[in-house]
């Protein structure tokens, strides 16, 4: 059975590592949830010169274009409003298997630890986190203070995964691209979704 992974773009910079997660999940046959704020709908202009509308339903029809959904496969892609307090994962009976914040602010990651959820994005991950579902944190802030730091580490301790877009250059990359790949290979890893975006360290002595 493929795997239902929720994902929320927020306002940090970082909407490539967003966007290319989602391409590659619904590439592996995953059935998205996906949510975004309103400042990722600016973040995503200046980065990508994407345009996210604010109603659901164009935001999946043009998403679903763009990830060449068709047919019975653009049912795979869901878009939530950030404020649809009936959306399934707003439930610990319908949680996803996984949730990704990617990019994740700092003010997201502080309200997710606070447990103060304000809107469906951080409700999911108090979802995610109460039912025992794996939560990665993509947090793009640089530098941290000791006030991020001490959020992640409550989170850290309380079961998700905290995982800085920081991209390795052992794999030789030649392109934005392969920086992006870096990082989203990561976060495929810990949902345990099967992809092909780089070599593994130490393959080419297989």
Partial sequence: MNKTVAVAWTGASGLPYGLRLVECLLAAGCRVWLMYSQ????????????????QPREAQRLLAERFGLVGEGAGRLQVFDRND??????????????????PCTMGTLAEVAAGTAKDLITRVADV???????????????????????????????????????????????????????????ILDRLGVAHALMPRWGSERE
Avoid at 88 to 99: L, R, V
Avoid at 141 to 157: C, G, K, Q, V, Y
């Fill in 39 to 54: 400042a990722a709908q600016i973040v995503a202009k200046q980065e990508t010169d994407l345009v996210l509308p604010a």
């Fill in 128 to 186: 995610v986190l109460k039912e025992g579902k794996t939560l990665v944190l993509v947090p793009r802030e640089t530098p941290f203070s000791a006030i991020h730091l001490e959020n992640m580490l409550r989170l850290s301790r309380a079961g998700a995964v905290i995982l800085p877009p920081n991209p390795g250059f052992y794999h030789r990359p030649t392109d934005i691209g392969g920086l992006v790949d870096f990082v989203v290979a990561r």
């Fill in 85 to 102: 307090w009936n959306a399934p994962p707003a439930s610990g009976s319908n949680p996803p298997d996984a949730y990704v914040i990617c």
